[in-house]
């Protein structure tokens, strides 16, 4: 299955979900124990709304702070500690090329990558591995059966796939 942007897919089987970032950033959250996971891309940092999103929130998955809140608790609605999930976190890239010696505002991609390490400090969460930053993008395939990821860097000729 292909994750679009602003989508969250959680799965209770095994399936394979393929999505690919540039500055969006993609949470995966597996739980062992119960065989429970979940993946969200997340196009934007915060929620312009001024409640936090609720599983209500049509537009939650396109933000990287309702995004996490709502994975989080659909795992809580299963009885599932956060000390037990693995947590994974993937994206956040700058693709456009930019003076690094200009003052410039902080680009998109910094910006989810902020608010995904702050939401998900604030919700108990704490990353197993992650693959953030710099200028490129990433093809994401993740397995819900057991949490393993395998990311592509993109643009670049005869890259390593990697496993996480």
């Known amino acids: ?40 891309h997340g196009l934007l940092p915060r929620c312009p709304a001024e409640k936090v999103c609720d599983s209500g ?26 000390r037990e999930l693995e947590v994974k976190c993937f994206g956040g890239g700058d693709m456009f090329y930019r003076d690094v010696n200009k003052r410039e505002a902080v680009s998109v991609g910094k910006q989810n990558l902020t608010i995904a390490q702050q939401v998900l400090a604030s919700e108990g969460l704490s990353l197993k591995v992650s693959d953030v930053g710099g200028m490129r993008g990433r093809k994401i395939l993740f397995y819900t059966d057991n949490g393993d990821v395998f990311l592509k860097r993109l643009t670049k000729v005869n890259d390593p796939d990697i496993r996480w």
Request: aromatic content about 10%; some cysteine; charged content about 20%.
């Open 57 to 82: 929130c049509i537009e939650g998955f396109k933000y990287v702070d309702c995004s996490i809140r709502q994975m989080a608790k659909l795992f809580d609605r299963h009885g599932i500690a956060r």
């Open 1 to 40: 299955m292909y994750l679009k942007p602003g989508e969250m897919y959680f799965a209770d089987r095994p399936a394979l979900i393929v999505t690919v970032l540039g500055s969006c950033v993609a949470v995966t959250m597996f739980c062992r124990r119960a065989g429970l996971s979940a993946i969200c």
